[in-house]
T-cell receptor, first 112, second 114 residues
Framework: QQQVKQSPQSLIVQKGGISIINCAYE??????FPWYQQFPGKGPALLIA?????SEKKEGRFTISFNKSAKQFSLHIMDSQPGDSATYFC???????????FGAGTILRVKS | DVKVTQSSRYLVKRTGEKVFLECVQD?????MFWYRQDPGLGLRLIYF???????EKGDIPEGYSVSREKKERFSLILESASTNQTSMYLC?????????????FGNGTRLTVT
């Protein structure tokens, strides 16, 4: 049973376009929602993260939107670039100890 | 820069063999984790450890065990490898505080069990 559901499985976007990846969760005890980016042959690395006391967090071209009532959060990549082509994972955790539950991942390809 | 090093990039083992996957981190992190990554399933937690000689089961511990004798080293053990354990295995480490400490991953070990 996947505690964090991620969609779509794959995404193709033109260079300069907006990439949007969505995640939904069930456990209302989750209190930390990071996104990880993984390039081929590498381990995932933290991209951006949000806590549920804010509805949006922006870092450069990357924005997390968070809807607590709907138990959903999403990653927006503005002005998508070929270098953004990677696999993206949403995740969630709660309480002490940093144990993350990951979504299934989205393979993003940005066409130049 | 934090470094998490996994001892093997690729590993091929036979069914029934005992397999050891080693992971070392150099940042004095309390937490260490073993995940497996499969297409369409994301990253699933096998075991984690908050301290030396301490371990807790994750979501899919069956068929695996772990060892943490030193703070910097966390080993994953497949007692009797099976073909359904063919996968990418990722080790990660972090400080205890999840708000301010990202997981740092190694580059993975791709294990094939034949």
């Amino acid at each position: 049973q996947q505690q964090v559901k991620q969609s779509p499985q794959s995404l193709i976007v033109q260079k300069g376009g907006i990439s949007i990846i969505n995640c939904a969760y069930e456990n209302t005890a989750f209190d930390y929602f990071p996104w990880y980016q993984q390039f081929p042959g590498k381990g995932p690395a933290l991209l951006i993260a949000i806590r549920p006391d804010v509805s949006e967090k922006k870092e450069g071209r990357f924005t997390i939107s968070f809807n607590k009532s709907a138990k959903q959060f999403s990653l927006h990549i503005m002005d998508s670039q070929p270098g953004d082509s990677a696999t993206y994972f949403c995740a969630a955790s709660m309480g002490y100890g940093n144990k993350l539950v990951f979504g299934a991942g989205t393979i993003l390809r940005v066409k130049s | 820069d934090v470094k998490v090093t996994q001892s093997s990039r690729y590993l091929v083992k036979r069914t029934g063999e005992k397999v050891f996957l080693e992971c070392v981190q150099d940042m004095d992190h309390e937490n260490m984790f073993w995940y497996r990554q499969d297409p369409g399933l994301g990253l699933r937690l096998i075991y984690f450890s908050y301290d030396v000689k301490m371990k807790e089961k994750g979501d899919i511990p069956e068929g695996y065990s772990v060892s943490r004798e030193k703070k910097e080293r966390f080993s994953l053990i497949l007692e009797s490898a099976s073909t359904n354990q063919t996968s990418m295995y990722l080790c990660a480490s972090s400080f205890l505080d999840h708000y301010n400490s990202p997981l740092h991953f190694g580059n993975g070990t791709r294990l094939t069990v034949t």
